[in-house]
């Protein structure tokens, strides 16, 4: 099941939370792209390692930012994400 299928399933967010974590993770590949073009030797490193380096410690700084609430939302996301992935792997 997808992250966003498991938000969905959570009876206990809104539509709106829900959304927020939608656009979130938008951000998020947003933010590995710019990584990656400002670092090629991560082009050669799993994308698994790239993802989990940048979301372990509650995600990267936003290049972009419209406000701290924008950066504390992302860094929710990313540590959700981040739950997922290493509840998915066991």
Known sequence: ????KELM????????????????MWVLGG????????TPSLR???VEKVLADLIKDGGPIL??????????????TC??????LNQSQR
């Open 1 to 4: 099941m997808g992250l966003e």
């Open 9 to 24: 399933a959570m009876s206990n967010l809104s539509p709106k939370t829900i959304q927020k974590h939608v656009d979130n």
């Open 31 to 38: 933010e590995i792209i710019t990584e990656l073009n400002y």
């Open 44 to 46: 050669k490193a799993p």
């Open 63 to 76: 290049h972009q930012r419209d406000s701290e609430e924008q950066q504390r939302s992302f860094e929710s």
């Open 79 to 84: 540590r959700k994400l981040w739950r997922f």
